[in-house]
């Protein structure tokens, strides 16, 4: 079946350096994506959403962007900070229904 | 705004109890989901509805029911409950549901449910 699933369950890194959580989805109809970040004992907090018509989107210390050649997306993380470390997701959403398909997440813990 | 809440947060029943989870939002957001979470694994949807009077089965349903009687409130009923429903569960509410839209998915704090 479908999957959204991440290349690397758990990433540590230094504060103050830039993390790269990945996310490869293997279908090709989803035209909407989502990162989000879950705290322990919390429900995911929404970080930033991208479509398929953009390659790339900033926010405050986030930027995704989407591959859609090689199904890809990746949250880039800058100056990461101990509060950066959580459980990261993507979802997507596809056209045809009003369903979001998460994948695994990657733990990122961030070295103080 | 209280945003997304959800009661109860720990929930221990026996095989072949029946329980609701309760979900209640009040952002007048029309579209309202819930998921479960297993350890090691993403987010699965469980059902969803897209306004009162409107659900829909998602990835996981069966063993669950769901009513969407108001726009607020979005109760999940475990019919039988079975020690393979242990999980964490998780009610998610946003302005749409389609990928058309704004769209930001607002979780609530989850409720963690244990089957013996």
């Known amino acids: ?101 998460f994948g695994t997440g990657t733990s990122l813990t961030v070295i103080p | 705004n209280a945003g997304v809440t959800q009661t109860p947060k720990f929930q221990v029943l026996k ?30 949807l469980i059902h969803y509805s897209v306004g009162a009077g409107i659900t829909d089965q998602g990835e996981v349903p069966n063993g669950y029911n769901v009513s969407r009687s108001t726009t607020e409130d979005f109760p999940l009923r475990l019919l039988s409950a079975a020690p393979s429903q242990t999980s964490v569960y998780f009610c998610a509410s946003s302005y749409s549901g389609s990928a058309y839209s704004y769209n930001e998915q607002f979780f609530g704090p989850g409720t963690r449910l244990t089957v013996l």
């Open chain 1, 1 to 101: 079946g479908e999957s959204v699933g991440l290349h690397l369950p758990t990433l540590s890194v230094q504060e103050g350096d830039n993390s790269i959580i990945n996310c490869a989805y293997s279908n090709s109809a989803s035209d909407y994506f989502i990162w989000y970040k879950q705290e322990s004992g919390k429900g995911p907090q929404f970080i930033i959403d991208i479509r398929s018509n953009m390659d790339k989107r900033q926010g405050q210390r986030v930027t995704v962007l989407l591959n859609k050649t090689v199904k890809h997306l990746s949250l880039q993380i800058a100056a990461t900070q101990p509060g950066d470390s959580a459980v990261y997701f993507c979802a997507e959403n596809r056209v045809t229904g009003n369903q979001f398909y």
């Open chain 2, 15 to 44: 095989t072949g109890q029946s329980m609701t989870l309760q979900c209640a939002q009040d952002m007048n957001h029309e579209y309202m989901s819930w998921y479960r979470q297993d350890p090691g694994m993403g987010l699965r």
